[in-house]
């Protein structure tokens, strides 16, 4: 079927998480997700996506001012932040810009703040990866838990809904089955986890 041809459209916003770094562009969860929201028969495009490997929270508001996407969407996903704790950028900031990129997904989504999804921050202090770079896995956790916080905070004082699958992130993320090559960026399969977790969010979304 055409995209133009399916309705809905959907804008996905994050880092790594989001572009889907290491997997085919069919492998990437926002696109997972419209995958399945039109095998539930909801008419979803597949998304628009604002997302770069590396990005923090002011990066990403600098990539959709460049971006300059036109609404409204009947869906807008967010997930950005891990790239503010592995640089050591202090939280406060985080709340603030945080809360600047969750206003402009709502506004994104014409003002309907149930249309717009968080995810949470993945913990990548499990992965390989981390192992071999000798880094504090319970440092990352506990960082990891303060900037989710944040962003629990910040979506439940506006009505959107907060997907949580950090706990996922930390069941499966030493399998390498759930990884790609560079022993860090989840695989297809892990973002079939994070997929299955936000499905009822968006098709309620969605109506």
Known sequence: MAADALGARYLALGDSYTIGEGVQAADRWPVQLAHALRAQ?????????IATTGWTTDEL?????????????ALVSLLIGVNN?????????YRVQFGQLLEQAIGFAGGAAGHVLVLSIPDWGVTPFATSQRRDAERIADEIDRFNAVAREACQARGVAFIDIT??????????RML???????????YAHWTARALPAARQALG
Not at 41 to 49: H, K, R, S, V
Not at 85 to 93: A, I, K, N, S, T
Not at 167 to 176: I, K, Q
């Open 167 to 176: 706990p996922v992130s930390r069941e499966h993320g030493a399998d390498a």
């Open 61 to 73: 508001a600098a990539g959709i001012a460049e971006a300059a996407p036109q609404g409204p969407f």
């Open 180 to 190: 790609v090559e560079d022993g860090l960026h989840p695989s297809a399969a892990m």
């Open 41 to 49: 028969g909801l008419a979803l495009e597949d998304p628009q996506l």
């Open 85 to 93: 704790q592995y640089r050591g950028r202090p939280l406060d900031e």
